[in-house]
Every structure is written in C-alpha cells, then in structure tokens.
C-alpha cells in the first residue's frame, strides 16, 4: 500500500470550468462555494435583522403596531434566535470564511472532495428553503424560542405549533446534513492537503480556530439531530420521550413518562459547543486581522493556539450551567459551574495576547482594524458579564433576565459579527479584487460599535431591576419601575438606528463591485499564504502552475533585520533582503521586537 | 528545513510528529474522512443509547422483561433471545467476511473480493430481513410507538427508533458495498488501488460495532 502525500504528487492537469453555470452555479470551487453560502447567510440573517427591530418595535413602543400580536412576538424571537445562530453566524463562519480560507491559506488548490462540498452548499441552502417556507404555513413559523424546549414546543396554543415547529426540526435536521459534509471536507484538507513546509504550527490562526470549531460541529450537531429526530416521532408519532403526562387547554394528552429535562440536555450539549462553533473562527480571525494591521506578530502564538484547543474540549462539559434553573440535581450545578469558570483561563489568556500584540505595535486602523479592536471590547465585556452568569447563586435572580439577554448578545452576537466585519473589510480586496471604501466603512464601523453599548449597555441595567425576557409586555408590574419603559425605547430607537446603518455596509459592498478603488494582491502587506496567489481574486486551482512552499510561520512582520516590514510565507531564507548589521542595532524597536528571522519559528515555543 | 521533523524527546515530539507538513495520516483522504465521519456517527448512536436509558429511568410505568419479549416459541419451548443472538451471529460473520475481502482487495484478487463482499452484503440484508421478523413479531404482540401492553411505552419507542435507525445504517451499508463490488469486479479501481474496500470495511464494522452495544443495552439490561 503506497501512499503519496498529495504535495509530493506530479501535479495533474487542472479543468477549469467553462461554462458560466458550471463555474458560478453547480461550481465545485471552494471559493465560489464560500460565497454563495456567504451571500445566503447573509440574506437569511438580514431576515433575522428585520425580525429584531419588529421585536425591539413592539417593547419599545406597545399596542402602538397592531401586526404585532403576541404570537407573531414570539415567533419572531424564536426566528430570530435561531437564524442567527445556525443559519448565519454556522454558516458564515464556516461555510463561507472556512471554505475560502482553509484550501487558500494552508496552500491546497482545494477541498479534498469538491463535490462533496458543492453538496454541502446546495443541502445548507434546502435547509434555508425549508426554514422561510415556515413563515407561510398555516400558524406561521414556531413560537417556542430558539431553544424549543418541549412540552410547550409541540403542545397547541404555542404558536406555530402544526406546521412551523415541524418545518423547524426538518430544516435543522437537513442543516446537520450539509454542515456534516463540509465539516468532513474541512477537517480531512486541513489534516492531510497542506503545501510543503506548511506544519500544523504553522498555520495561521484563523484555520486554527476553524478547524477546531468544525470538530466541535462534528460531535455537537450529532446532539441536536438526536433531539429533533425523537421531538419529531414525539409530534407526529406519538411518542413520549420528552412529554411527560400533560394536560394542555383542558384535555388529558396521550403522552406519558417522558422526560422534558432530557431535551435540555441533549440541547445543550448542542447549544454549548455551538458557541464556540461560532467564537473560535472568530478568535482566530481576530488573531490575524490583529497581527497584520498591528505589524507585529501575534503574542503567544503557541499558546493560542493550546487555548482554542483546551477551550473547544472544555466546551463538551460546560453545557448544563444553562439549566440552573431547570430542576436538575442541584450537584451538577456545582460541577458545571466549576467547568465554566475553569474555561475563562484560556480565555482571558487569549484576550490579553491579543491586547499583548497590539501593545507597542504600529497600528493602522483600517476599519478592519477598528471592527477587530472594537470585537477586543466587547467580548471582554460580554465575557466578564458570563462570570456573573456561571456562578448559581447568581445565575439564579438574574436567570431569564434581560441580563442573559444583554450577556449572549454582546458575547456572542455582536463579537462575532464585529469579526465577520473585520474579515469582510479585511479580505474583501482578495476575494473581489476590489477595496471596499473606507470612509463608508469607519462610518458603519463607529454606529455599529457605539450603537451596540446604547442598545446592551441598559438591558444589562433593566436585567438587575428583574425585567424578564421574552415578555410580549410588561403590563403593570410592582418591581419595575416607569422609566424602565423609557429606557426601553431608548434601546430600540438605537436598535433601529444600527440596523438601518447596515445598509451602509451593503451599499458599501455593491458600489465596490461596481467601481470600487483596484485592489493590488496584497494591499496590507499580509505574510500568511492566501495573500500570495498569483491572481488576484485567485483562479481556478489557486496557485498557478505550482503550488507554494511554506518556509516560516504566517507572523513575520517588522522583523528587525529585513528591509520589508513583512516576509511572506513563502519567503525562503535566501530570498529575504537584509539591511546590515550595522544599521540593526541602532533600528528603533530592535529591541522589543524579538528576533524571529534567525530561526524556523511557529515550532519554538 | 523544518525543525518539525527533528527527533524530540517526550511530549514536544508527540507534537511534532502529529504537527509535520503536508499531512497528518499517512493514509488516503478518503479513510480519514471515513474514520472522521464515523467518530461523528458514534456521537449519534452514543447519545441515542444515552437517550434510551434516560427515558428507560424516566418512565413512569414498568420496564418489560426484554428476555420475555425478545423470545420466541420452539416446539413449545420458550427460547429467550433466540433470534437476537441468531442476528447477532450473522452480524459478526459479516465482519469476517468483509475483513477477507479486505485482504484479497489488497492482493489485487478482484474475483474473491467480488465475491466476499457480495456474501457480506448477503449477511446485512439477511439480519435486515430478520429484524423486519422481529418488528413484525412485536406489532403482532401490540408493541407501538406510542403504547406497549407490557409496559412503559418508551420501551416500543426506543426500541423502534434505535433498531430502525441501526437497521438504516445496514440496509445503506447493503447498497454501499453492491455498488463497490460491481466497481471492483469491473475493474474501476486497478489504477486508483483498493483503500475504498477497505474504507467501505471500517464502515461496515461500525455498524456490526454499534449493534454489539445495542444489543448489550437494550437486549441484555
């Protein structure tokens, strides 16, 4: 049994495709595939967006919009919730960044199986159909929020309770399809497809965090196909196996001796891991940006990188700190709770390396930078906020709180996005061949950030005085006091405000590809792979006739000796042009920039 | 030119070896991509049987005698487990088959591969025959989804999901090895070598694996 890696192998003639649908519709090119699930996400979590300023509309200014009933509230939420999480923040991060950067940055001409990657988009975006169909089902989409705990979940009178919850659990179920087989497709070329000299410790980070976040995918998702498999027999079989015996609207249902608490395990056994599906690409892409627009390298690289791969196996222990409240053996909110702090370590370890690279760097703050700094903030915050909510004894009070409420969306919701900003500022002028326009950019960057405080900064505020979520109204209620009311509509005015200034960064896009500036093949001086294609946007195949060979790791910038304040990659040792020895010593910053040009680094600690 | 390769001692070298350019496995993308999916699938069968035995502690109603259940009637014997462990047995000598075919694949012998893998697949389609008896068996006896005469009705649902999902996974096997045995005897893999029957292989003993443990959870507890 002969086994020839596939950087050693004769290279084979490459067919590129032809025809307009074979290369832009049934394309099997990761980078065309990465975009059309960007763009899909993208759509769906516009969708999203609408469904959170309607929410925010209704608590902001009640029984003033009469569309706005208490079911559609609800439906809302619960759509909004779980577009976000699946179907843009999954999708994007992994479908979209992690199909284009992983071939691009580890130096492959693709995915090991193309085709199964094409599947995948076309699977992600059934699952998509079959989601928006449920809006125009009888009863509309499901109502039972994004967790879609059972009983209520399936039981009549909460909304979409026919057709929506059904349509729900069969998208969710096609998604764990098409993730799987990009998650295989990711995961194998990582592992086996890397160019020459390109060791796992030297990839950059961002395919670190992805290839980390798509394992946790691999064995999480499995958790929430086994919950809507046995939601789905328990609907429309007939099953109990999360329907205890229940009365519902005055009629004794056949469901007896199921166990609803077994949902919320298996849920968040899914729903954990899942939000370091999604914030481990983003640690890594945040590593980059930071890096390349700071010109230094990034601090600690070994240690990020033992950082994703602690925290994404700590991720697997930590899930019942969401069910303090649940009923369960209140021991196992002690143990939870121990897991859940233990996992702020490697955290907090990754925030300071990321101020640590920024400390005395030669910042540029390009508005990629500025959504990458602006993700430093508000991760922290929401992080810090997370301490709060880990430990029972104060989980308990605040627990379906606005504080919950205020906590996951700025840890993540806005961090994350604030990254996928920074990514799309960052490496739009590799993928279009066109910049993006900076002053449109500072400007959506700036009421994004500011905006994001206005709008969770108070919830953090109204979650203390023990105002509930999901609410549809408050009505009159003793503790909270009138000027709550106010400053609920002070949030969804601000709210409205930053999604509306969305349409700043969508403009910003379509106008670039009409007549954005032209963008050079490396317009910031990047050293990581993907910045070294031959064409930009890189063709077919990536990397022209021959693949590239890695010498260094992906963070050799301003390093003391070399004359370019960067060295590719793909820069041997010979090729790098040194200033002399002389003028070495006397370089300002020689001495708190360590001098990593003298040996092969990423594999030194 | 790179210091990954160096020998170094202890736990750095453990990294370096795993860490080493090019790639990690000295194994095809395909197997890899098979052991990965199937690491994927054992989570699902995992939870599946984790599942069960929650819902097994939650019921409220009693948990029938699976050694009554699960018997038959033999010259008016009654015989606990008779069918199971005949499945069982079928089973597991479809992993020995398929464990020949492997070999005679690798030694390029295209006709007895053929064959051993098409015997294989006559095994699997042969216990998803007798687990349709058995299903049939259990309706008879008024065993559903959602009631169960004999008890908790979580044991028929259970018992109905689990099976039928592990009987999917066979009856998919069963296709999956015709479809690469007629591409083995037709010469399809002379110039890109046999690692498929060997990965169509690792697949079929996971499912003859999982069934061990479901058999040993639900049959025997």
């Known amino acids: ?605 | 030119m790179t210091n990954s390769t160096e020998q170094a001692p202890g736990w750095k070298g453990v990294v370096n070896d795993w860490a080493a350019d090019k790639e990690t496995f000295n194994v095809p993308w395909g197997k890899l991509m098979m052991w990965i999916f199937l690491l994927s699938d054992t989570f699902i069968f995992s939870i599946f049987l984790t599942s069960y035995m929650t819902v097994r502690m939650s019921a409220t109603a009693e948990w029938p005698m699976t050694s009554e259940v699960f018997a038959l009637t033999i010259a008016g014997q009654h015989v606990p487990l008779l069918l199971i462990a005949i499945m069982t047995f079928i089973l597991i000598t479809s992993s020995g088959t398929m464990a020949m075919a492997v070999n005679y694949a690798y030694r390029g012998d295209r006709k007895k591969t053929f064959i051993l893998m098409l015997a294989t697949a006559a095994l699997g389609a042969t216990f998803v025959g007798m687990q349709a008896f058995e299903w049939s068996k259990l309706i008879e006896d008024g065993v559903r989804p959602w009631e169960n005469p004999m008890g908790a009705e979580q044991f028929g649902a259970s018992f109905f999901m689990i099976t039928g999902f592990h009987g999917m996974h066979v009856t998919a096997g069963v296709i999956y090895l015709i479809v690469i045995a007629n591409r083995v005897r037709n010469g399809f893999y002379e110039k890109k070598g046999y690692d498929i029957v060997e990965i169509t292989g690792l697949y079929w003993h996971f499912v003859d694996l999982v069934w061990v443990f479901i058999f040993a959870f639900f049959y025997l507890w």
């Open chain 1, 1 to 605: 049994m002969t086994h020839i890696a596939i950087a050693d192998q004769p290279e084979e003639e490459l067919h590129e495709p032809s025809s307009f649908v074979t290369k832009y519709i049934w394309s099997q090119d990761h980078k065309v595939i990465a975009i059309q699930y960007s763009i899909t996400a993208i759509f769906v979590g516009l969708v999203a967006l609408v469904l959170s300023g309607l929410m925010r509309l209704q608590l902001g200014f009640p029984d003033s919009f009469s569309f706005i009933d208490p079911s559609a509230y609800l439906q809302f939420v619960t759509m909004h919730g779980m577009i976000m999480v699946i179907y843009l923040l999954t999708a994007l991060f992994l479908g979209g960044f992690g199909n284009y950067l992983i071939p691009l940055m580890i130096g492959a001409r693709d995915m090991v199986f193309p085709y199964l990657n094409m599947l995948s988009y076309w699977v992600y975006l059934l699952a998509v159909i079959v989601l928006m169909a449920s809006f125009f089902v009888p009863g509309g989409p499901t109502g039972a929020g994004w967790t879609l705990y059972p009983p209520q979940a399936i039981l009549e009178g909460t909304p979409g309770a026919g057709g929506g919850i059904l349509l729900m659990l069969i998208s969710l179920a096609i998604f764990i399809v098409a993730f799987t087989m990009g998650g295989l497709n990711y995961v194998t070329t990582v592992l086996q497809a890397r160019t020459k000299g390109m060791t796992l410790m030297r990839m950059p980070l961002s395919v670190w965090g992805i290839f980390i976040a798509t394992i946790l995918g691999l064995l999480a998702f499995p958790a929430l196909l086994v919950s809507a498999i046995m939601m789905l027999l328990d609907m429309t079989v007939g099953t109990s196996f999360f329907m205890p015996a229940i009365v519902s609207l005055g009629e004794q249902l056949d469901y007896s001796g199921g166990s609803p608490i077994l949902f919320q395990h298996l849920f968040w056994f899914f729903g954990h891991p899942e939000v370091y599906i999604v914030a481990l690409p983003a640690f890594g892409i945040v590593s980059d940006v930071l890096s390349v627009h700071a010109r230094k390298n990034i601090f600690g690289y070994r240690m990020m990188v033992w950082a994703i791969v602690i925290i994404g196996g700590l991720s697997f222990i930590v899930w019942a700190h969401h069910m303090y409240v649940s009923g369960m053996n209140p021991y196992f909110g002690f143990f939870f709770a121990t897991t859940t702090l233990i996992i702020a370590v490697p955290t907090a370890l990754k925030v300071y390396n990321w101020v640590l690279t920024l400390w005395r760097g030669n910042i540029h703050l390009t508005t990629a930078m500025l959504f990458a700094i602006g993700f430093i903030f508000t991760f922290t915050h929401g992080g810090l906020t997370g301490l709060f909510l880990g430990n029972v004894v104060i989980d308990l009070p605040l627990s379906d709180t606005y504080f919950v409420v205020a906590h996951f969306h700025m840890v993540m919701g806005v961090s994350p996005i604030m990254v996928l900003f920074a990514a799309i500022y960052h490496w739009f002028p590799k993928i279009t061949g066109k910049h993006l326009h900076t002053g449109l950019g500072k400007a959506h960057f700036w009421v994004t950030f500011l905006g994001t405080y206005a709008i969770y900064l108070p919830m953090h505020y109204l979650g203390f005085l023990g105002v509930p979520r999901r609410y549809y109204a408050m009505g009159s209620t003793e503790f909270v006091p009138d000027s709550a009311q106010d400053l609920n509509a002070s949030i969804t005015v601000s709210a409205l405000i930053v999604g509306v200034a969305q349409l700043i960064f969508i403009y910003n896009v379509i106008r670039s590809l009409r007549k954005g500036e032209k963008a050079e093949s490396n317009p910031w001086g990047a050293a990581s792979l993907e910045w070294q294609t031959p064409d930009t946007p890189p063709k077919h195949g990536n990397w022209g006739p021959a693949l590239p060979v890695v010498y260094r790791w992906a963070y050799d910038y301003s390093v003391p000796t070399a004359k370019q304040d960067f060295i590719p990659q793909n820069m041997s040792e010979e090729e790098v042009e040194r200033v002399d020895d002389s003028e070495t010593s006397s370089t300002e910053g020689g001495e708190d920039v360590k001098n990593i040009g003298d040996e092969p680094v990423g594999d030194n600690p």
